[in-house]
């Protein structure tokens, strides 16, 4: 099975700073990745899929890069309703295994 | 407007059985494969199972498989998951999910673009297997 490592676990950071989430995967994924972003209590929503196509209706603030092993989730100017957690999940192949998650607290 | 809404969760004791549904409308339903995520108290995204469009080919994760069930009827729009053997492990919440892509059907062959691809979930059914 293919295993994705999230970086950090935890980020503290304020209103207006660029944030950047690193996920790598375990084997190749070419460009098979999705983020989704969960807030406490509430299901998951898509962001972006294949690494760097914004869902509809998502913020031009959150881009993501990437392909191969490493891939970047990159929000330029945190806003408050950012603060939450992100979990990139690749699509590759069954099983398909979400990272550990990556918290963004405010600063 | 696309909706899922999963029912059946509840406390159950390690060793017994549970059926979770998921009700789902806005979109054409026997289009698209759906699948079960779970969460755990305070953890991270497991997936847990997938069924294609026709109902004709299941997966599970390793740590579910011979023991849960998916299925579904697409003349009810509604997925199941069986979970027959749970253990306190199995606690969750457990969220159904729909593929982003439909698929189609050729010659008795059913195709999804792009599987475990999830656009909309449901608001998630608590399980608790605990004596």
């Known amino acids: 099975d293919i295993q994705m490592t999230q970086s950090p676990s935890t980020l503290s950071a304020s209103v207006g700073d660029r944030v950047s989430i690193t996920c790598r995967a375990s084997h190749s994924i070419s460009s098979w990745l999705a983020w989704y972003q969960q807030k406490p209590g509430k299901a998951p929503k898509l962001l972006i899929y294949d690494a760097s196509t914004l869902e509809s209706g998502v913020p031009s603030r959150f881009s993501g890069s990437g392909s191969g092993t490493e891939f970047t989730l990159t929000i330029s100017s945190l806003q408050p309703d950012d603060f939450a957690t992100y979990y990139c999940q690749h699509y590759n192949s069954y099983p398909g295994t979400f990272g550990q998650g990556t918290k963004v607290e405010i600063k | 407007e696309v909706q899922l809404l999963e029912s059946g969760g509840g406390l159950v004791q390690p060793g017994g059985s549970l059926r979770l549904s998921c009700a789902a409308s806005?979109?054409?339903?026997?289009?698209?494969?759906m699948s079960w995520v779970r969460q755990a108290p305070g953890k991270g995204l497991e997936w847990v199972s997938t069924i294609t469009i026709s109902g004709g080919r299941t997966y599970y994760a390793d740590s579910v498989k011979g023991r849960f069930t998916i299925s579904r009827d697409n003349s009810k729009n509604t997925i199941y998951l069986q979970m027959n053997s749970l253990r306190a492990e199995d606690t969750a919440v457990y969220y159904c999910?729909?593929?982003?892509?439909?698929?189609?059907?050729?010659?008795?062959?059913?195709?999804?673009?792009?599987?475990?691809?999830?656009?909309?979930w449901g608001q998630g059914t608590l399980v608790t297997a605990s004596s």
């Open positions: 999910a729909k593929d982003r892509t439909s698929g189609y059907c050729r010659n008795d062959l059913c195709y999804s673009p792009q599987p475990l691809l999830f656009d909309y």
């Open positions: 806005g979109f054409t339903f026997s289009s698209y494969a």
